[in-house]
C-alpha cells in the first residue's frame, strides 16, 4: 500500500516532470476507478497542470481550473510513460501532456536532475493502474460539491512529516487517541501518511511495541514516538528516491529495519523479529528492543 514515502516520491517527480503542462488526452480504459462523469474527463483537456503534490495518502493533482484526487488504496500505482508504449492491463485512467516551456521553479532539486526526467518539449503520459480496483479517482471539477472521501473536514491531522507538526502540537493531538500505538500511528485523523508499514517501522526507532496502549505510555514515550516519527519517514524518502526512479509503480521496501522481516535477525539488537497478522495486515516487531 503506498504510504507517505511511497507517494512523496511520485509527487516530486511528477511535479518536475508534468507541472505546467496542458493535458492533451483523458482517457479512462477502466472507468471502474473514475468517481466523476466521462464529460468531466474530458473536460480536463485543454488544461494545463498548475501543482501536483501529495496530501496524507492522497495525490491532488490541480488543473487551471479543476482538480483531481486520487487514492490509490492498496495496490493503486503511476506510471510515467511515452505516448505510444504499451498501457499495462488494469490501467483506470491515462492522461496525455503536451509540451511546454521549462521545468518550473517549484520542482524538487533532486527531481529536476533525474535522468528520466522526459524532455520539455516531448509529450509525456500519466497512467494510473489498480490491479484490484479499490484505489479511485476523483474528480473535482471547479464549482462542484464532490467530498472526497477521507479528505473532509476533520478527517485528515497533519501530515506526518509536516514541519508544523511540533512536539507539543504532537502532545496535545495525542491524548484524544488511549488505543494501541500502531492503530493510533495508522490513524488519519491523527497524522497522516502512515499506514501498516511505516507504523512498524516508526514504532522500531521509538523502541515501542505496537500493541502498546498509548494511554499507559510514561511522557518520555510520547515524545520518544514523535521524535522517531519525522525521520523514520525523510530517511526512507532519502533511500526512495535513489532506488524507484523511472520505475515508479514500483513499490520498494526491503530498505526497512523490521516491517515484513519476520523470522529475520533485528538490525539493532539481533533478536529475532516477531510477526504476527491480525485482520490479514502484517504487524512486525522486535521483542529484544522494543518495550
Ligand atoms: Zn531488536
Redesign the pocket.
Known sequence: MPELPDLAIVAEAFNAALVDREVRSAEAPGPLAVRGTPAELQALVGQRLTDLRRRGKFLILQFDRDQVVVNPMLTGRFQLAKPGEKVPSKTAVVLGFGPRAKVPRGASAWARKGSWLPPDDADVEIRYRDPTQMGKLYLVPHGVERVVPGMAEGDLGPDADDPALTLDVWRQRIRRHPGELKNLLKNQGFIAGVGNAYSDEIL?AARLLPFRKRADLAPEEVDALFAATRPTLTAAIEVLRKRVPPTFEKQVRDFLAVHDKGGTA??????K?SEVKPGGFVTSF?????R
Do not use: D, L, M, V
Open positions: 522500531h533485528c538490525p539493532r539488537c539481533g533478536t523479529i522486535c521483542r529484544g528492543c522494543q
